[in-house]
């Protein structure tokens, strides 16, 4: 199977709060749509510095994060970031990959909100057992 990407909206979840409270107006909510790599080895969404500074996210700590190639590099980890895909969403923290490296999104993510890889394809899908809301398994 080949590398599998998806185009996923990001936005600042702060900023989508604020809105619904009608403390800022929805066209000052920060949101980006990026191709990223659905990357089922990584365990977070994982965002480049780029968008973390588009999107304005605060850091919620500091981690250490072992790359693909074995090095062993600080990010920082955002927090409050809105992901949409499709008709599903889900809010999480993101790991800053240094530069300007690829967006990857993760297991976490990708099991929150009931998504699939379907191999023939090569693409991200909705889960086709649930295909209107995402569903969990809480046992």
Known sequence: MGLVYADIELINGYDLENANRKIIGEEEVKRIWVNALVDTGALMLCINESVQEQLQLPVDEKRKAETADGRIVGCDVVKGVELRFKNRKTTCRAMVLPGDCEVLLGAIPL?????????????????????????????
């Not at 099991?111 to 398994?137: G, S, T």
């Open 111 to 139: 099991e929150d909100m009931d998504v699939l890889i379907h191999p023939q394809r090569q693409e991200l899908i909705v889960n086709p057992d649930h295909p209107y809301f995402a569903q969990m398994k809480v046992k």
